[in-house]
């Protein structure tokens, strides 16, 4: 029997995931993914006010930390038919949007870059060729040749002290590692940048919601009153125009890093690497549900990023998926640690869906999973029936097809400077530019939701939230309702089904299960699974490609799974025999 590699836990990323690689040589005929946690916030969610769902639902992950809160509120307002006023939708885009231009800036540097940049290289690099490289792609202040012997320094300290800290468990001198010295110093001093520049960034998130991580939020509106008094009044919680002013210097921060730094690095980088624009693929199908309404969140055509579904790579048709159709999306459970009480090979819509769990897995240690059973925590959504790539590289796609100008010069960009055609989007490449690309965007489209909402208070528009149906005496008996966004890491819903006024069934599909889902009971693979096959290793004790492409996705298995019942008691105890 052929070689089987397992890399587990698969580290910069948020939660547990493993990987198993059945080899063919040195080449992968097949992975599998496993999410090793089990996640339990649908069986914490029962029984209570679905207006406190979203405080439940925001604790599902502590990278994204703000977009399970908007799908839980979007779902119940959804459910009872609750508008909100337009300045809290202009608010909750200014939110979203900085939880993206954080997030991917953030991915990029701390948890992907690492896959392509030789941190010890960088200590052979020529500060003042640095310098050169630096300012022949950006004019970014920070790049004189005294920066970076700094940086340089900085770096020799930790090698030298024999604890890299940040920079330990690298596979440091991989040949797969192709960028000069001075690219590396580059890449290693924005590394550090970035960690100064979030401290900054996140600030937008405590002036609308009170606090990062988690923010604030509230069914029918935000939770932030708007003060028009003179010279800044209105209490410690308003916005007034000291907090918007903060919020500009945010804005124009998150676009000053993302065009000086972000975009030039990825196109600096991409270049040394543009044969793994002919890799890691996945599935061929990709999905987004949009997000960023003009107003009317039900209004579709409104949205800045449109919702659709691109089957077998075809851009020229795009395919409207429907959230509440009963036969569109559904989970399975064949190849997952859960049950069904229709039987484990059916597949279930949100609304019915059900979380019963079903360990029949090893104990650890164990040597492998066992594939041809179950095998994973994370349940395999599909659309009818066919399995969905999400995320930043689905959506870039859908918003090309769809002919936003903004998406289609930004790509075209792009594939001009590496030379490359459109089909090398559909990579690990492919998947990492994509990110870049959209947190150019959406970092744009924050200053004019900033505009209009400083625009709509200077008219007398102050309102923020909608007191209509709050309270339950004037809901319906039953009701139900989906909430969506689009989370940096992909389509994200929380479908509710409210009875009496209390949650009766709560299902949430997030993006990491989409990605990372195991095989369903038709055998068709995941779009982590699918995105492996073929790949070659140079050394299978050093897995660097597969890391590359897994890190491609930017992995959050924290959103697939959680450990703990109501009173804070373990769901499911594994013991080492």
């Known amino acids: ?166 920079f330990a468990n690298g596979y440091w001198g991989h040949p797969a590692y192709k960028l ?96 793994w624009a002919q890799q890691g693929e996945g599935v061929g199908n990709f999905l987004a549900y949009g997000d960023f309404p003009a107003d009317d969140p039900d209004d579709l055509s409104s949205l800045l990023v449109p919702r659709g579904v691109i089957l077998n790579r075809d851009l020229s048709t795009l395919h409207e998926p429907d959230l509440n159709a009963e036969d569109e999306i559904q989970e399975y459970v064949s190849h997952s640690w859960y049950d069904y009480s229709v039987g484990k090979d059916r597949a279930l819509h949100p609304y019915h869906g059900e979380t019963e769990l079903h360990y029949t897995g090893p104990k650890p240690p164990y040597e492998h999973l066992d594939v041809d059973r179950e095998y994973s925590w994370l349940k395999s959504p599909r659309w009818k029936g066919k399995p969905m790539e999400v995320g930043p590289l689905a959506r870039v796609l859908v918003m090309y097809a769809s002919g936003h100008a903004r998406t289609r010069e930004l790509v075209d960009m792009t594939l001009r400077k590496l030379d490359l055609p459109i089909s090398a989007l559909y990579s690990t490449l492919g998947r990492t530019a994509a990110r870049t690309l959209e947190t150019k965007i959406f970092a744009d489209a924050m200053q004019g939701w900033q505009d209009q909402l400083i625009a709509n208070i200077r008219a007398g528009d102050v309102k923020t939230f909608n007191a209509r149906q709050w309270e339950p005496s004037t809901w319906p008996r039953e009701a139900r309702g989906v909430g969506y966004t689009e989370a940096p890491r992909g389509a994200l819903a929380h479908w509710v ?75 499911v105890e594994v013991k080492i025999q």
């Open 497 to 571: 089904v409210i009875r009496d006024g209390i949650i009766d069934n709560y299902q949430a599909v997030v993006p990491s299960t989409w990605n990372a889902g195991p095989r369903d009971a038709q055998g068709q693979s995941g779009p982590y699974e699918a995105a492996l096959k073929g790949h070659r290793l140079h050394d299978p004790t050093q897995p660097l490609e597969i890391l590359r492409t897994i890190h491609s996705f930017d992995p959050c298995i924290a959103c697939a799974v959680h450990v703990v019942d109501p009173d804070g008691e373990p769901l």
């Open 180 to 275: 000069p010295p001075e690219a590396n110093l580059m890449a290693v001093a924005h590394y550090l940048e970035a960690l100064a520049w979030q401290r900054e960034v996140v600030k937008l998130h405590t002036i609308f919601g009170g606090k990062n991580p988690h923010p604030n939020f509230l069914v029918g509106g935000v939770p932030c009153a708007i003060s028009t008094e003179p010279g800044g009044g209105g209490g410690g919680t308003a916005l007034n125009d000291t907090g918007l002013a903060i919020v500009q210097n945010v804005i124009d921060e998150m676009r000053r890093f993302v065009d000086q730094v972000y975009l030039p690095d990825t196109l600096a980088i991409a270049g040394f690497y543009k044969d």
């Open 1 to 166: 029997m052929s070689e089987r590699i397992v890399v587990d836990p698969i580290t910069r990323i948020e939660g547990h995931l493993r990987i198993e690689a059945q080899m063919d040589g040195d080449a992968i005929a097949e992975a599998y993914s496993s999410g090793t946690m089990v996640r339990g916030i649908e069986i914490i969610l029962r029984g209570r006010d679905p207006r406190d769902a979203w405080a439940f639902a925001q604790r599902i992950c502590g990278v994204c930390t703000l977009v399970h809160g908007i799908a839980s509120i979007r779902a119940v307002e959804d459910a009872l038919d609750y508008p909100i006023p337009p300045n809290a939708q202009l608010i909750r885009n200014l939110m979203i949007a900085a939880q993206f231009v954080h997030d991917h800036v953030m991915h990029f540097y701390h948890l992907h870059a690492l896959d392509w940049v030789d941190v010890v290289s960088a200590l052979k690099a020529d500060p003042a060729a640095t310098s050169a490289l630096a300012q022949s792609i950006s004019d970014y202040a920070k790049s004189s040749p005294g920066y970076f012997r700094d940086m340089q320094n900085k770096l020799k300290a930790f090698v030298e002290s024999g604890q890299l800290g940040i």
